[in-house]
């Protein structure tokens, strides 16, 4: 896809909370993106640190559109979400926590395969994850990654890559945004994206996610308690049965390896710990 005007506009909307020391590297990976039609939504759930002060040095520096909204109060990412999309006028959305990034090729990717193939409301890609703690990047390879309609096997597990993942307006608007009232807001809105329009994948590492400790994925019972609860929305179908087995089958064997990695002797386990509670 060459670089014009022409080509659609996406919104990048930045969801920061004390991110202050990590929103240069996220938004400097997204304005020197190869696609250059794109608009920034900031918005900061009530930072108690320079998150605000510090995007809008940056972001006035650039000749990029954007926005920057200053939540008074924290709320929830679903609510902040919902706010955000309000002030998108791209065709394409793609949400990101500021202490996420990208590859410089990200959205140009993304955009001319959703042109290319606009049967799918979604995309997504595989990525890398990055341990603060260790200073160390792995390749995120997703073995269980599907594309087309990939609903009723997204009830069984969550295999979505939904870091830098791009989806179009028009779809969020159709399926009513996101739940404000769950805390799984990218599973949720996944399915019932799946459940109604077809999602489309590239196997290509295209974003990165910053593991650290304040990862709600590190807070395995919380995690366990809103996927069943998740999961109880499709009852009716026996998929979502399977995946409700599969979260107890999930949260016992983290349980498990988390004990095992608190042992001296267990430094491996620790590595395989760290890994699987990535997502």
């Not at 759930?45 to 972001?59: F, G, P, R, W, Y």
């Not at 609510?79 to 793609?94: E, R």
Request: hydrophobic letters at 35%.
């Amino acid at each position: 896809m060459t670089d014009k005007d022409d080509n659609p506009l996406i919104s990048i909307i930045c969801i920061c909370w004390n991110h202050e020391k990590y929103i240069f590297q996220c938004l400097d990976s997204i304005l020197s993106q190869s696609y250059s039609n794109l608009e920034i939504v900031f918005i900061d759930n009530n930072s108690t640190d320079n998150s605000v002060k510090e995007a809008q040095k940056i972001l006035s520096k650039s000749i990029k559109k954007y926005t920057v909204i200053e939540r008074k109060e924290n709320s929830g990412v679903s609510k902040n979400l919902n706010l955000a999309v309000s002030n998108c006028k791209g065709k394409y959305v793609m949400a990101i926590s500021t202490d996420d990034w990208l590859t410089p090729d990200s959205i140009e990717k993304k955009i001319t395969y959703l042109e290319s193939n606009p049967q799918y409301a979604l995309v997504y890609t595989n990525g890398y994850i990055y341990y603060e703690n260790q200073d160390l990047i792995v390749p995120y390879i997703n073995k269980k990654a599907q594309q087309g309609n990939v609903f009723k096997q997204l009830l069984k597990n969550n295999f979505i890559f939904i870091i830098g993942s791009v989806v179009n307006l028009e779809t969020l608007k159709q399926i009513g945004l996101y739940n404000e009232k769950t805390p799984i807001e990218d599973w949720d809105i996944c399915l019932r994206i799946a459940q109604e329009h077809e999602i489309g994948f590239i196997d290509q590492k295209l974003a990165y996610y910053r593991k650290h400790d304040n990862n709600i994925s590190n807070k395995l019972k919380l995690m366990l308690t809103n996927e069943i609860t998740l999961l109880s929305n499709y009852d009716s179908y026996f998929e979502a049965k399977i995946g409700k087995l599969n979260a107890y089958i999930r949260y016992y064997k983290l349980n498990i390896l988390k004990t095992l990695s608190q042992l001296p002797m267990y430094i491996w386990v620790k590595k395989i710990y760290n890994y699987k509670t990535t997502l």
